[in-house]
């Protein structure tokens, strides 16, 4: 069974540009989250999907950011316009359930890196 | 909001046993107490959970006392693959709150 994929690996981008990072949780898996860990800080909770809807929202850090999920399928977390404290590893995660004790199967993560 | 407070690194032997304490004072009554593992380049990858008591499966043991202002994540006869940060979660709501973790080492 294939894992949480995230794409791309690495992406290097100038700030004030846009970029788009994809994440194609396991099949079957209702839940999808979106985690950052910025240069130096821990790794934090940006958003929770369950299907195509927005469960939580409340780690988003601010409007340039837009998660969607069209169809309950794939993510994408669009940053526009990038900022130099955006840099970091962006983690994707997938469970097919949503609880306080759900396990949350991981991405390998996105490295942006704005300059 | 459930923080946790756990040693930022250790070392360790291989063959050795490595216990991992994680102290997580103001856990809400309805939160568990998971453990994930995750190696340089890769992103956490779930090893334990547990409510209360003693768990354990094929990679770990988590012992958690009466009170469950703590816990231990117990690793049997580690192994140098075994080097890795690893993450005691706390619960804000449904959703994970990762600390700065404990960097394991094991040396030869």
């Known amino acids: 069974e294939a894992g949480v994929t995230q794409f791309p690996s690495h992406s290097v981008i100038e700030k004030g540009q846009t970029v788009t990072l994809r994440c194609d949780p396991i099949s079957g898996h209702d839940n999808l989250y979106w985690y950052r860990r910025v240069m130096g800080k821990e790794i934090k909770f940006l958003l929770h999907f369950v299907k195509e809807s927005k469960q939580d929202e409340s780690g988003m850090p601010n409007n340039r950011f837009l998660a969607e999920r069209t169809g309950g399928t794939y993510s994408t977390l669009k940053v526009q316009p990038a900022e130099l404290e955006d840099s970091g590893v962006y983690f994707c995660?997938?469970?097919?359930?949503?609880?306080?004790?759900?396990?949350?199967?991981f991405g390998p993560g996105t490295r942006l890196t704005v300059l | 909001l459930a923080k946790t407070t756990q040693p930022i690194s250790m070392d360790s032997y291989e063959g050795q046993e490595v216990n991992i304490t994680c102290s997580h004072n103001?856990?809400?009554?309805?939160?568990?107490i998971t453990w994930y593992q995750q190696f340089p380049s890769q992103g956490p990858r779930f090893i334990i959970q547990?409510?209360?008591t003693k768990v354990t499966n094929e990679v770990a043991s988590l012992f958690i006392p009466a009170d469950r202002k703590s816990s231990t994540l117990s690793l049997p006869r580690v192994s140098l693959s075994d080097t890795a940060v690893y993450y005691c979660l706390g619960n804000y709501g449904q959703n994970f709150v990762f600390g700065p973790g404990t960097r394991l080492s094991v040396l030869p």
């Open positions: 547990g409510y209360k």
């Open positions: 995660a997938s469970s097919p359930v949503w609880g306080r004790n759900n396990e949350q199967f």
């Open positions: 103001n856990i809400a009554t309805n939160d568990y």
